[in-house]
């Protein structure tokens, strides 16, 4: 039996009751493919500082170095909004990907044909869309120097920010990408503006000398506004992106926003070694915490990419997929996916309906 300790964080508004469902799952898969779970919790967000008085406590981020990953939900709320920002959930979540140094985010966006409809784009466009995106994390213009608002000589206030990017940076976001294509269809569009940023050619040329270790993987350049254009007019071109910071910021969402449902997007954050950090694409849902109206799949989702890239347990991270596949394919739907015939459900009985899905 393989075992493995997984710290779970989770957060504020719906991330308990979306993180109860995924516990519950990879118990199931757990005993289905003798992995056996060791699952410790933490605080984080709004939950630490009510607790502790700060968002990331020493003891949190210590327990998530000690573990071979982390499982997140949610973090944030109305209640900590008019906290000085050092001290609001949000910092949290940067501290935590600071300390176990993720520089690198995945985020797949993928059309199920059971919720093809909830696309506000046509359906000849996004049907059969999978799409990973891999964003770079802890660079670029997010926290490039020099940054602030200075005085200039005539008085006038300045905003500055700065793009910047080493070749070892550049490098070491281009082989997880390659890695991640070479696992799906082979093929690896990366994202620049090298028509107009000196950052940007360097970014293309350093990624172009990598491709030669990859011969199994198709590279193709692609400047940033021809991106965003081509996601919309024919997202099925792409296979895997790869990106800075601010691109990927953007890019990654309007990605995911051609699948038109946020309750089922997962994301994985990974460094260069040590444990990563699974977690959905939402927040925290505050209008709708403690109501049972959340849909946990995108939980369960990011668990399974946890399975996938930290684990290596393919095998069970595709049972998890399918069965997410079958819930919808028997109708269920939460709230926020439900269409007209559907049977709508809350969190706990969407999460219930699952589990009868896997162990079938
Ligand atoms: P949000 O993603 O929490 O909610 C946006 C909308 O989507 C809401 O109407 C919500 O009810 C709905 N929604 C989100 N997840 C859902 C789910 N699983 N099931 C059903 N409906 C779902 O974004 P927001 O409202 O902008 O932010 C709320 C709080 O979350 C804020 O405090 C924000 O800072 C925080 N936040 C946290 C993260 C994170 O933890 N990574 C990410 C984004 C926002």
Redesign the pocket.
Known sequence: MTHYRITLLP?D??GPE?MAVAVDVLKVVGNKFDIEFQFQEALI?GAAIDTTGEPLPSATLDMCRHSDAVL?A?????KW?SLPSDLR??AG?LGLRAGLGLFANLRPAIILPQLIDASTLKRSVVEGVDIMVVRELTGGIYFGKPRGIFATETGEKRGVNTMAYTESEIERIGRVAFEAARKRRGKLCSVDKANVLEVSQLWRDRITQLSPEYPDVELSHMYVDNAAMQLLRAPKQFDTIVTGNLFGDILSDAAAMLTGS??MLPSASLGASGPGVF??????????AGQD????L??VLSAAMMLRYSLNQSAAADHIEQGVLQVLQRGDR???IMSQGMNLLGCGAMGEALIQALEE
Do not use: M
């Open positions: 957060g508004g719906i979306i967000g997140l949610a973090i944030g709320g109305y909004d959930p949000e979540l946020i309750g977690e959905p694409v939402h927040g925290s849902a505050p209008d709708i109206k959340a849909n946990p995108a939980q939460t709230g926020d």
